[in-house]
């Protein structure tokens, strides 16, 4: 609402497709068509080729959900097109990953093993691991609709074997940072502990003054009169 007002129309474009995609997972298709078609228009207006690759794969996703299936391959195709005009490796793997599930569902299976094998020697490239363990576990299911067993094994190894490395990868940073955040709290604890310790020591350092000003004022006053004594003169005398 507030990119609306500003006439912030690329802001505006992102806004209404990360709705379109929260409307996906919700499985509110119409919703998510709703959004990312504005998301389209918006991006289509000010010319962000990448903005609209992006929305047309979620509205890609959104058509295939609805049984909408020649307008789903429809906005795949634009997407691949525009993510290969705009250089945007890593958009064209995730439209070649959705296409070849496409023609998988659509029992195409001759194109969706092209366009998977596409999508993962160009993830492999770019070494993106989650893009990667996604192909193979898409080729894996393309196999067991083929019925190549051996195959499907294969892939779903490769694909374990990636998912570890990113979820592991992922599993020590979180590691790290929690090893960081331990180390900084016992560095804010150490650091309070010795300021109450130092603030304890300034108490007993006043306690103990304190006190020994009360012990020298009864060593030179009388305590019925409260006037200084004998021994307080003799002090003055000694030191005149």
């Known amino acids: 609402s507030q990119a609306e007002k500003l006439d912030q129309k690329s802001l505006h474009g992102d806004v209404c497709e990360t709705l379109c995609n ?79 599930k496409y023609f998988t569902a659509t029992e195409a299976y001759d194109q969706a093993q092209g366009l998977l094998n596409l999508a993962l020697e160009n993830a492999g490239k770019l070494e993106i691991k989650r893009s990667i363990y996604e192909c193979h576990l898409a080729l894996a299911d393309l196999a067991k609709k083929t019925d190549s067993y051996q195959e499907a094994l294969e892939h779903h190894e490769k694909f374990f074997e990636y998912y570890q490395q990113v979820y592991g990868e992922a599993e020590t940073l979180r590691i790290q940072s929690l090893e960081v955040m ?34 020298r004022s009864l060593a030179i006053t009388d305590p019925l009169t409260g006037l200084y004594n004998r021994r307080y003169f003799f002090e003055l005398a000694e030191e005149a």
């Open 22 to 100: 929260v409307y996906y997972t919700m499985g509110d298709y119409k919703q998510a068509l709703n959004y990312g078609l504005r998301s389209l228009a918006l991006y289509q207006e000010v010319q962000d080729g990448h903005g609209e690759a992006e929305v047309l794969n979620s509205l890609g996703d959104s058509y295939q959900a609805l049984d909408q299936t020649g307008k789903a391959i429809e906005c795949f195709r634009n997407a691949l097109a525009l993510a290969r005009e705009t250089g945007h490796k890593h958009e064209e793997v995730e439209t070649l990953l959705r296409m070849g």
């Open 182 to 215: 331990h180390q900084v709290d016992t560095a804010r604890k150490d650091a309070e502990i010795y300021r109450l310790k130092n603030v304890a020591l300034q108490i007993e350092i006043d306690e103990r003054k304190k006190a020994q000003d009360a012990l």
